[in-house]
């Protein structure tokens, strides 16, 4: 498949498909079908061209909270059979195993997450949201929710380069930078809260608040995979479903 045709699939699709892992990831026991939902995941993001960027944010936001996960369960999860003891500290094999389904399950969620934000644009995902019924203003608080945080790391960014230019020391070592980094707060707060006014400002000469039906620019159109995928998902739920309930009453 063409990486084109992965990203230009409906927003709403791509966010059933979100869905569709979770359920199916908690709907599966065991870890190794949700370390192999990862691996899976990982094509994907070849294949839509997004790899280097999905990696990154992998890493950086899910590899640590995954180890910390980790450690917990080995070291205080109840069990009987002891694999390793020093001192207070004791792994058992039952920690190890469910620390394991815990890790895989929260690598394999938010790595589908993360893919589906890496292949759509907030914009589509929130016109989309708009387009099954959400209010207006419902959809410019999760646009506003998803896009503080990059815009205020923007605006970090500008006023430590602004910073630098008039000779405050910004790089060296974790002491340096976080003395650096405390007088940009005020500033920042207090473009926060401008950008803020402005925003509300330019939404109200829009009549963005006023009691008619709103029209857009911005249109989205389905596929015909759009409209075959979302069942698709839903029978594989059901099917995984009926599965663990025989399953369960067999064993």
């Given amino acids: 498949m063409k990486p084109n045709a992965l990203l230009q699939l409906h927003p709403m699709t791509k966010f059933y498909f979100s869905l569709f892992i979770l359920a199916v990831v908690l709907i599966v026991p065991g870890y190794w079908f949700a370390f192999s939902v ?62 394991l ?5 929260i690598l394999a969620i938010g790595s589908a997450f993360v893919l589906f934000f890496r292949m759509t644009e907030v914009r589509d995902f929130v016109k989309s949201l708009e387009d099954k019924g959400m209010p207006p203003m419902g959809a410019y608080v999760v646009l506003s929710t998803l896009q503080i945080i990059p815009e205020m790391r923007r605006q970090a960014n500008t006023i430590m380069e602004a910073q630098k230019t008039r000779g405050v020391e ?3 070592s974790l002491f340096v930078r976080a003395k650096a980094f405390i007088p940009t707060l005020t500033p920042l707060i207090l473009s926060s809260i401008a950008g803020t006014e402005e925003r509300a400002l330019t939404l109200e000469s829009r009549a963005f608040s006023a009691p008619v039906k709103k029209t857009s620019l911005h249109k989205l159109a389905k596929s015909r995979a759009d409209r075959i995928l979302p069942i698709l998902f839903v029978l594989i739920i059901l099917g995984l479903v009926v599965w663990r309930v025989v399953l369960w009453q067999t064993s």
């Fill in 101 to 105: 389904i815990l890790t895989s399950r």
């Fill in 170 to 172: 910004t790089e060296g």
């Fill in 38 to 99: 990862f691996l899976g995941l990982v094509a994907i993001s070849l294949l839509a061209g997004v790899f280097k960027e999905f990696m990154s944010i992998v890493v950086k936001a899910l590899v640590s909270v995954l180890v910390i996960v980790f450690l917990m369960q080995i070291f205080f999860f109840p069990g009987e059979q002891v694999l390793w003891r020093w001192w207070i500290f004791e792994i058992k094999q039952e920690g190890v195993y469910y620390g």
